[in-house]
């Protein structure tokens, strides 16, 4: 993208700004200068990170520009760090409120710290030990989090409503199921909307409903959950948070460690305060139905509307949720049930994968008659040039034959040129394969290159693929295109 040297010198002002803000901040806690400063991943809010870091201390600086968000983190934060409980300390801002610096807590998240657990859907000890924690914690923060709060800074409003509710509840008819182009009527949506409010409202307790309670807004710190990200939180019902973080559409809790840890939920609530377990169940029924609704109204606006993939790539997650979740009773709602129904069986939902595997194309190719096309549309990946290793095609006696006759692997691999640099291009590939997995990428493509697409790119993208094939298991789809052959090395289980 082009960018003006208008614009630049604007980009670099706003950039000094915050850096001199952040590090004043931090000068005056700490009564030293930051070593560094380091901008950490944006969290898809208005907020920017950063990471300033002392000789003894490191800690967190926030540029964030809706003041009034940044109010209701920092009231809030402060008044959860005076009932005890786990959050990050504000130890200091700006007059306006605009830049504040807090405790560094790491860079583990709970997300993060269980993902092996999230990608097969079976969980081992130590993840499900951080589950129960965190599961343990929730109450307190509900709970004695509200104790002494003042609701009004809370942003964009001080508790949960009616309003809120039908907000979301259109959220999701407008930006997801209009969107999947299924015929409805709207009025007796629309009653059955509106019997959801009036059940949901029966809950109104004088807790705290931290609103978006989910894996990635815990981090873990020596062992031990802190809770993040709570700006958006509310005077609300306890409900809302439990069906929020069970029931996250990529969690992939089975129904055992769902009970387990609702229960262990239940457990640390009576501690605080009374709670008929049978009403606690059957009213969080509810709470999860309007949770998974709202978070297709988001995905759906996030996706369809905003072409995140990120957010298309969840829809099904929540799809299967709200599959299961028909099966519960909600004979109050007939018509939002059928509507449902009707829209999980709808054809771009109905056989959908969950977890599609990686499929990695691997190809050999002549430079003179150009890169391979890549028709997944992700870009082409890597392309390897293997002009630079000797060539056997100079000599008369290869010239007939390919990477793949055994004299040819023979000289290729005694020179051994090629397998420096195949070591190389494995390192770079693996990284990359093992990523795409973790983040359930299905399209990867690599390809190598040489002056005819006959003896060292052949070579190599033999190697590559099988060595893809038994290191990783995954399928690899072979093409040698100047030769005209193809192979398919299938995933090992």
């Not at 208008?6 to 952040?22: A, H, K, N, P």
């Not at 809770?227 to 939180?233: E, K, N, R, S, V």
């Not at 060539?391 to 090629?418: A, C, H, M, W």
Request: proline share 4%; net charge negative.
């Amino acid at each position: 993208m082009f960018v003006s040297l208008q614009q630049f010198i604007i980009i670099y002002t706003i950039q000094l700004q915050i850096m001199t803000e952040l590090e004043t901040l931090f000068q005056q806690y700490t009564h030293e200068k930051p070593l560094s400063i380091t901008e950490l991943s944006a969290s898809g809010s208005n907020r920017r990170y950063f990471r300033l870091a002392g000789e003894n201390i490191s800690l967190i600086g926030v540029e964030g520009t809706s003041v009034d968000e940044n109010l209701a983190f920092i009231e809030i934060a402060n008044n959860f760090y005076k009932q005890g409980l786990p959050v990050p300390r504000v130890l200091s801002r700006t007059p306006d409120n605009r830049f504040y610096i807090q405790d560094d807590l790491g860079d583990t998240l709970l997300f993060d710290a269980v993902a092996e657990g999230r990608k097969t859907g079976v969980f081992c000890e130590p993840e499900k030990e951080l589950l129960r924690k965190t599961m343990r914690k929730l109450p307190a923060v509900q709970v004695l989090g509200a104790q002494g709060l003042d609701f009004s800074v809370c942003y964009p409003q001080p508790e949960f409503n009616e309003r809120s509710i039908l907000w979301d509840l259109n959220y999701f008819k407008y930006c997801f199921l209009k969107a999947t182009g299924l015929d409805f009527q709207e009025n007796l949506l629309e009653d059955d909307f509106s019997k959801l409010s009036e059940i949901l409202m029966h809950s109104r307790t004088n807790t705290f409903m931290y609103r978006d309670f989910q894996s990635r807004n815990v981090m873990i710190k020596d062992g031990e959950p802190y809770f993040i990200d709570f700006q958006g939180g509310r005077r609300g019902p306890i409900y809302y948070d439990v069906a929020s973080f069970l029931w996250q559409a990529k969690a992939q809790y089975n129904a055992e460690l769902r009970e387990d840890l609702l229960q262990i939920y239940m457990d640390a609530l009576k501690r605080l305060m009374p709670v008929d377990e049978v009403e606690f169940r059957e009213q969080l029924k509810h709470f999860v139905l309007f949770r998974t609704l709202q978070v297709l109204g988001a995905y759906g606006f996030r996706g369809y509307f905003e072409k995140k993939p990120h957010f298309l790539q969840s829809i099904p997650f929540a799809i299967e949720n709200l599959r299961a979740l028909l099966h519960d009773n909600h004979s109050q709602y007939p018509y939002l049930l059928k509507v449902l129904k009707e829209m999980t069986e709808l054809e771009q939902f109905r056989e959908v994968e969950i977890r599609k595997p990686l499929v990695v194309k691997v190809y050999s190719f002549s430079y003179k008659k150009g890169i391979p096309q890549d028709n997944s549309g992700n870009g082409g990946g890597f392309v390897f040039d293997c002009r630079a290793v000797n060539n056997p095609g100079k000599y008369e006696r290869y010239q007939s034959l390919t990477g793949l006759d055994e004299s040819v692997i023979q000289f290729l691999e005694e020179d051994g040129e090629i397998l420096t640099f195949l070591e190389h291009t494995y390192h770079l590939v693996d990284a990359s394969v093992k990523r795409y997995i973790d983040r359930g990428f299905t399209n990867l493509m690599v390809s190598f290159g040489c002056t005819g697409g006959q003896h060292r790119s052949v070579y190599s993208a033999q190697k590559m693929a099988v060595h893809l094939n038994e290191k990783f298991g995954i399928e690899v789809k072979l093409i040698h295109r100047e030769q005209n052959k193809e192979e398919i090395f299938n995933p090992k289980k």
